[in-house]
């Protein structure tokens, strides 16, 4: 299993660390001619999706992983990826790849909550560890996206098709559990 690991900016290192200890294959995409390696799947960190988008328009490879995503490259957008992947920012004019149909809110716990730990539910996984750190999270998906945990009342891991999208940082922990789902998505294609 060959998993791409966009490394613009942000949490990348700690996605590789997990998917390594979970037996895969990873490498980093930093520039256009990256992408032309294989890859099994997708990884979209947590950082600033403001500057992740600029530098994908930048280096010209927003359109390029936009089409393979519609086409059914299993993607794990992780906090600021997620933004990257969203439809629609309730609070945010922008729009990146906008693959996934749900309408995100960016830092949606505001400045003083805007970091904490929790343990909650997730499909199909079970109880898992999750940390929040400036994280957005999902007001609304539409028809079609599977809501895999809510903390709160609010939506904070989907599944839609080949995208997972999920608004804490499970690379932060050593419940490796929602990495190995991906894998484990990224190997029924
Ligand atoms: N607040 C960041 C953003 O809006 C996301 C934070 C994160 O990825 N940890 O892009």
Request: proline fraction near 4%.
């Given at each position: 299993?060959?998993?791409?690991?966009?490394a613009?900016?942000?949490?990348?290192?700690?996605?590789?660390?997990?998917?390594?200890?979970?037996?895969?294959?990873?490498?980093?995409?930093?520039?256009?001619?990256?992408?032309?390696?294989?890859?099994?799947g997708?990884?979209?960190?947590?950082?600033?999706?403001?500057?992740?988008?600029?530098?994908?328009v930048?280096?010209?490879?927003?359109?390029?992983?936009?089409?393979?995503?519609?086409?059914?490259?299993?993607?794990?957008?992780?906090?600021?990826?997620?933004?990257?992947?969203?439809?629609?920012?309730s609070?945010?004019?922008?729009?990146?790849?906008?693959?996934?149909?749900?309408?995100?809110?960016?830092?949606?716990y505001?400045?003083?909550l805007?970091?904490?730990?929790?343990?909650?539910?997730?499909k199909?996984?079970?109880k898992?560890?999750?940390?929040?750190?400036?994280?957005?999270?999902?007001?609304?998906?539409?028809?079609?996206?599977?809501?895999?945990?809510?903390?709160?009342g609010?939506?904070?891991?989907?599944?839609?098709?080949?995208?997972?999208?999920?608004?804490?940082?499970?690379?932060?922990?050593?419940?490796?559990?929602?990495?190995?789902?991906?894998?484990?998505?990224?190997?029924?294609?």
């Amino acid at each position: 299993m060959i998993i791409g690991v966009l490394a613009l900016q942000g949490a990348f290192v700690e996605h590789e660390r997990v998917l390594r200890a979970l037996g895969a294959e990873c490498f980093e995409i930093r520039q256009r001619k990256d992408l032309e390696r294989h890859m099994d799947g997708l990884v979209l960190p947590g950082g600033e999706s403001t500057v992740m988008g600029k530098l994908l328009v930048e280096l010209d490879m927003l359109e390029n992983i936009k089409e393979r995503i519609i086409q059914g490259l299993p993607v794990f957008g992780t906090c600021a990826g997620l933004i990257l992947l969203a439809k629609n920012l309730s609070n945010d004019g922008k729009k990146y790849f906008g693959t996934l149909p749900v309408t995100v809110k960016r830092n949606a716990y505001g400045r003083q909550l805007g970091s904490f730990a929790t343990e909650a539910e997730m499909k199909p996984i079970g109880k898992i560890p999750m940390t929040f750190i400036r994280a957005p999270y999902i007001e609304s998906a539409e028809e079609g996206v599977e809501v895999l945990a809510k903390v709160d009342g609010n939506i904070v891991a989907v599944r839609y098709q080949n995208q997972l999208g999920v608004s804490f940082h499970p690379e932060v922990t050593e419940n490796h559990s929602v990495h190995a789902y991906f894998l484990h998505m990224c190997e029924k294609r």
